[in-house]
């Protein structure tokens, strides 16, 4: 009699207990899914140079590394890029990288209006509270390729060719001309610059043996100059190398998607704060490459001045005005 009580109580005991477990899971209500990190990218539609194409890259690598939620927009004028940035602004998306330049001024006006979203510029130097730009030292790597330039001619004339691009070029200018006049021993060297493939024939006829070609868009027309002319090129895009091998002996490499890279991430564990993301050639960003079909000669000299005008910035014996933004 008491076994078969105590049997009956351990059934209660039981289906107490299950009943609490059943009643306690019914009630617990499923936790919402993490809303994935959001981020967008404007471009204007006519943009067709180097930073859009780096930036896209940049977005893929963004969503692989962060598992972010990514999209690419192209605006028309200044009308659809200031509708589209406040699109983004009432959708709570959390970062806005706007490519090329028009949307500067406006920036300001529409990203006060939407404080959670951070909005950086690429390139730029423009800042706010929730306004960020992406600034690479082109001085410090144009110093690297000015003082290349100045070794691989036996003349050691080198030119500026100008194309189309942003105002980081000029910068980029003033290094490489105070690259090439550092390992200069003449007085006052003056360096000529030229526009477009009638400019190569210019640089040509003035006894220039290498050019920095600064721009953000390769004109087949200025390649194809250089390559008829024997004139070499410094370029800002390491793919002109594959597309004139004989011809480009080094470029600037600039590592957007990197940069990219660690904006967003300070902005996905909210540690952004808006200013200009600076980056040098100590950040691991900004370069110069040589092309390694120079030839064996040519690729020892290249860079021996490579490494040593490297050091030389790198140690801070170099100085240029603007940098430490």
Same mark, same amino acid.
């Not at 078969?4 to 019914?26: D, Q």
């Not at 004989?246 to 909210?270: F, K, S």
């Given at each position: ?26 009630? !617990? ?27 896209? %890259? ?11 939620? *990514? ?22 998306? @959390? ?8 949307? @500067? ?42 003082? *290349? &330039? ?5 003349? !050691? %004339? ?22 090439? !006049? ?12 030229? @526009? ?28 194809? &100059? ?35 890279? %660690? ?41 021996? &001045?490579?490494?040593?005008? !490297? ?15």
């Amino acid at each position: 009699m008491v076994d078969a009580m105590r049997k009956s109580w351990y059934v209660v005991v039981a289906l107490f207990l299950l009943m609490t477990v059943l009643t306690t899971a019914c009630g !617990r209500e499923d936790p919402e899914p993490a809303k994935p990190f959001t981020v967008r990218m404007l471009s204007a539609r006519s943009l067709s140079g180097r930073w859009e194409r780096a930036a896209e %890259r940049g977005l893929g690598l963004i969503a692989a590394e962060l598992d972010a939620d *990514v999209a690419r927009f192209r605006v028309e004028d200044q009308g659809d890029a200031r509708a589209r940035l406040a699109e983004q602004g009432r959708a709570g998306v @959390e970062l806005v990288f706007c490519v090329g330049a028009g949307v @500067e001024k406006m920036l300001h006006s529409e990203a006060a209006a939407f404080p959670a979203t951070a909005f950086v510029l690429l390139p730029g130097r423009d800042h706010g509270p929730n306004v960020g730009s992406i600034r690479f030292l082109p001085e410090e790597a144009g110093y690297l390729a000015g003082a *290349v &330039a100045g070794e691989i001619v036996p003349d !050691r %004339r080198v030119g500026l060719l100008r194309g189309v691009g942003g105002a980081w070029l000029e910068a980029l200018e003033d290094g490489f001309v105070a690259g090439y !006049r550092a390992r200069q021993r003449s007085g006052k060297i003056t360096v000529e610059a030229a @526009e477009g493939p009638d400019g190569v024939w210019e640089l040509m006829s003035a006894g220039i043996g290498v050019a920095l070609y600064a721009s953000d868009r390769s004109d087949p027309a200025v390649l194809s &100059a250089a390559h008829n002319s024997g004139i070499l090129l410094v370029t800002t895009d390491p793919d002109f190398m594959h597309v004139e091998p004989e011809v480009v002996i080094a470029a600037i490499e600039v590592d957007v998607p990197e940069a990219m890279l %660690r904006v967003a991430r300070e902005v996905r564990d909210g540690a952004f704060s808006g200013r200009v993301f600076s980056f040098d050639l100590g950040s691991g960003v900004l370069d110069v490459v040589l092309n390694p079909d120079l030839g064996a000669d040519r690729l020892a000299v290249a860079a021996d &001045a490579l490494e040593e005008a !490297r050091s030389e910035v790198t140690a801070g014996l170099v100085e240029f005005d603007g940098l430490g933004l």
